[in-house]
């Protein structure tokens, strides 16, 4: 039995990456397409799609991402606070990260947001992963 979803899904994108795979299939949840849109937004990823497969069960289509020399944009992703550790960050703590070269998913009262917009709205949270 599966326990933590995020990593599952962050795990398939790495793996598909390193593979040099078009595209890639994640479980569905809100949590996961928020971060897989902030991946997409950040410019991460290519494109993603939410596909219903029947049974009332739906999936994430991640279309990935690379550039001319077939190298990915994402050199690390990495899942921060974990089900046996949450780790937790104040809006000043989550400023930048990798001096701006990276973005940290954080888990809000807002909502899924990556850091710059957490720290714009002055708001801290769970630090989902990190991309860079």
């Given at each position: 039995?599966?326990?933590?979803?995020?990593?599952?899904?962050?795990?398939?994108?790495?793996?598909?990456?390193?593979?040099?795979?078009?595209?890639?299939d994640l479980l569905h949840s809100k949590t996961i397409e928020s971060i897989v849109s902030i991946l997409?937004?950040?410019?991460?990823l290519d494109s993603y799609s939410v596909e219903d497969i029947g049974n009332n069960k739906k999936i994430i289509k991640v279309n990935l991402k690379y550039d001319e020399n077939n190298k990915s944009p994402i050199n690390e992703l990495k899942?921060?606070?974990?089900?046996g550790r949450r780790i937790y960050k104040g809006k000043d703590e989550i400023k930048r990260f990798k001096n701006g070269y990276?973005?940290?998913i954080v888990s809000t009262s807002q909502g899924v947001l990556p850091n710059d917009e957490a720290y714009k709205r002055g708001i801290g949270g769970e630090v989902l992963c990190s991309v860079w």
């Open positions: 039995m599966m326990t933590d979803i995020i990593a599952d899904s962050l795990t398939r994108i790495r793996n598909a990456s390193m593979r040099r795979l078009e595209s890639t997409v937004e950040k410019g991460y899942r921060i606070s974990k089900p990276g973005t940290l």
